[in-house]
């Protein structure tokens, strides 16, 4: 058996992304895909809560017998709201931040060079 053959067969049993060379790639790939996929959930599981305190607000508007409860209940909802969605934004922005890092990993650096790429 020819070297060549046992790198070719070497490769083959390692899978077809170590056969082109791509599986730091699909690591990242793959770390980047399951980050935006806690981004989505997280979305989803914040708009559903929305939606039931919504239904709840909904509610208790439809139990106001006067303008002065229904002002109050309508002001601390959209202060309630604002505060929700503004810790949201940070929370995506976070999670954003760790799925942009996700996968990478900072060169290890000797500090000294191996070779002189500076022409004379």
Do not use: N
């Not at 914040?46 to 139990?63: C, E, N, Y």
């Amino acid at each position: 058996m020819t070297q060549r053959q046992r790198k070719t067969d070497a490769q083959a049993s390692a899978g077809p992304a170590a056969a082109f060379g791509v599986d730091v790639p699909l690591m990242v790939g793959t770390a980047a895909m399951q980050a935006w996929m806690q981004i989505g959930a997280e979305a989803v599981r914040f708009v559903a809560s929305r939606l039931q305190q919504d239904l709840k607000t909904q509610k208790a508007m439809m139990a106001c017998t006067s303008l002065e409860e229904m002002q109050a209940l309508q002001a601390e909802f959209f202060r309630t709201a604002q505060d929700q969605y503004a810790a949201e934004a940070r929370r995506m922005m976070e999670m954003a931040g760790k799925a942009a890092t996700a996968g990478v990993t900072p060169a290890a650096h000797s500090g000294q060079r191996k070779y002189d790429d500076v022409p004379l």
